[in-house]
């Protein structure tokens, strides 16, 4: 089944430099397993084509069921020298969360 | 020993909500408030103002704030630790006793940790073969040596623990890591050792929840952001610390906003980058070891952090002058409002070439359509309106001005329905960019120094 990614995670995710983080959390317990199948480093930089320049790294949180992606060159050069409303990557969250992944499972 | 300490958090930035830290004083019980005044830019913004006036520098929001409850935290032994000092935290600590004379308070004792700004050192320790280069971009500091406008080391938790240990009841202090504010009345009060690592990582969590206030505590929380109540009166996050490490992440009855553990995650993951590196002067913590649970109502237990031996280094935000950037809206409306707007940026960006103005970058986002979701974004045709948001920067500052007169002739000259250009010509502000560097902790000492009136 085909899902959106705020179906199942919460997120929040903020700045250093040029660089993006944004950690993504289970909504429950069980759902965890699911980010971690799905929500891949190579899924995540086609979602963010166009919008991030640099590679995607992932961390896992398991102990909080969480995911942690720095996206790097994804501000326009960051802090004041960035062009672009959301500077600080403030939104990147969003923008994650509107992502669409195939699951084999059922929610 | 106390058995417990409660340490409040009063600011999140320079600019947080003003009632923040008379709530945390007044509507309830704590012995400690941390207020975080320094972004990366900060401290180029307070340098220039010292260069202005040598008895500037601090963040002056600091002085009405201790107007209002200076006789509060007296009265009720409450110690305040900020690293709202800036560039000059003497002058801010000058500053403040003048406000006690005003309200005839005696005996207070200050401390003031200093030492930081390393900006007049930096030809010094270039001849100690401690060159400052971009620890990120690995960039050699040369490149930008002549635009740079602050030079900060991020001190940690020890020098504040030194003022504490002299008495000091208030703490002023120049770049120290947001952490150490909350770390630090942890240290003292408790006596861990510096080498008990895992305590040490704990307090560094503390002070990592507690360092951005209310986004700890229901606001900017995406889990279930409409469930929050009552976010006109957020109380902001307090964490009850106890001797063994473990922590309870809470705020004031009464107050609004939530703490529950899905509050507590979103904050854990801001801003930070391999969770199990998180990396302070005063040790490295292990995000991935933390247990968190829901122990009562807006009451969140923090245990169980494990934490590594500190590096050798200190973290040293820099920033340099880097040209000028001008930022103008116009906003369109429907029929075709998206089309209108890509229009009259067409035109612009034509009109600019014809000018024979250069830029290094000329940035155009549609607010209402695609600037956060850029090639993501969707259903153009439905817009009812639409705000052309351009951007320019580069090195020439006349040409930046110049820009800043080609947006109002757009109303009366380009695509119609137009509206919203308001405030005047937008002008040139300065873009201070940021360079991060390592430094051994060897080569600088903080300094610390206590007095009363």
């Not at chain 1, 949180?61 to 720095?70: C, E, K, R, T, Y």
């Not at chain 2, 080498?195 to 206030?213: Q, R």
């Not at chain 2, 986002?365 to 153009?380: R, T």
């Not at chain 2, 940021?434 to 430094?439: D, F, G, N, Q, T």
Request: hydrophobic share 40%; glycine share 10%; charged share 25%.
């Amino acid at each position: 089944m085909k899902i959106q990614l705020l179906q199942i995670a919460h997120a929040r995710s903020g700045d250093k430099g040029d660089t993006g983080n944004v950690g993504i959390i289970a909504r429950k317990p069980e759902y965890y397993s699911l980010l971690k199948k799905y929500v891949t480093e190579e899924r995540v930089k086609k979602h963010f084509e166009g919008i991030c320049f640099g590679n995607v790294d992932r961390f896992e949180l398991p102990n909080i069921g969480a995911l942690n992606f720095l996206l790097h060159h994804v501000l326009g050069g960051g802090g004041t020298k960035s062009l672009k409303n959301d500077a600080q990557g403030k939104t990147l969250s969003s923008v994650m969360l509107r992502m669409e992944i195939e699951i084999e499972e059922t929610l | 020993m106390k058995e417990k300490i409660r340490i409040a958090s009063g600011q999140g930035f320079w600019g947080d909500l003003q009632t923040a830290p008379i709530d945390q004083v007044r509507k309830g019980d704590i012995d400690y408030m941390m207020l975080d005044y320094l972004a990366e830019v900060t401290m180029s913004i307070l340098q220039k103002q010292k260069l202005k006036d040598p008895k500037l520098g601090y963040a002056k929001d600091l002085i009405p704030l201790f107007d209002e409850i200076l006789p509060d935290i007296v009265q009720k032994g409450i110690k305040v630790i900020t690293n709202g000092g800036g560039v000059n935290p003497l002058a801010c600590r000058d500053a403040i006793f003048e406000v006690a004379k005003k309200h005839q308070i005696k005996n207070l004792k200050i401390g003031v940790v200093f030492g930081d700004d390393i900006l007049g050192k930096i030809d010094s320790l270039a001849e100690k073969n401690i060159f400052l280069d971009n620890m990120e971009t690995g960039e050699k500091l040369s490149s930008v040596r002549i635009d740079v406008i602050s030079a900060n080391v991020y001190f940690g938790a020890k020098p504040i623990v030194e003022a504490l240990q002299q008495g000091a009841q208030i703490v002023i202090t120049g770049r120290t890591t947001d952490t150490g504010l909350t770390l630090a009345p942890m240290m003292y009060e408790f006596g861990w050792a510096w080498n008990d690592w895992n305590k040490i990582a704990s307090g560094t969590v503390a002070g990592h929840i507690l360092e951005c206030g209310g986004q700890a505590s229901g606001g900017n929380f995406t889990g279930d952001w409409k469930s929050v109540p009552d976010l006109a009166n957020i109380g902001f996050p307090i964490a009850e610390a106890f001797p063994d490490g473990k922590f309870i992440i809470t705020k004031h009855e009464g107050t609004g906003g939530l703490v529950s553990s899905a509050t507590v995650k979103e904050q854990l993951l801001y801003e930070i980058g391999n969770p199990r590196n998180y990396i302070t002067p005063d040790c490295v913590a292990d995000f991935t070891s933390i247990h968190l649970e829901d122990v009562g109502e807006n009451r969140v237990e923090v245990a169980q952090v494990k934490g590594r031996e500190a590096t050798d280094s200190y973290k040293v935000s820099m920033a340099y002058f880097d040209g000028y950037t001008a930022f103008s809206t116009l906003t369109y409306a429907w029929p075709d409002a998206l089309a209108k707007a890509q229009k009259a940026d067409e035109i612009l960006r034509a009109r600019l070439k014809i000018l024979g103005l250069e830029f290094d970058e000329i940035k155009t986002e549609f607010l209402g359509y695609n600037s956060c979701f850029g090639p993501l974004a969707k259903n153009a045709d439905a817009l009812n309106e639409v705000v052309m948001r351009i951007g320019v920067r580069g090195k020439d500052k006349a040409a930046i001005e110049r820009f800043g007169r080609e947006i109002a002739p757009l109303i009366l000259t380009g695509p119609p329905s137009v509206t919203g250009f308001a405030g005047g010509r937008p002008k040139p502000s300065d873009v201070i960019a940021y360079w991060p560097a390592l430094i051994p902790k060897s080569a600088v000492t903080p300094n610390v120094e206590v007095r009363s009136i």
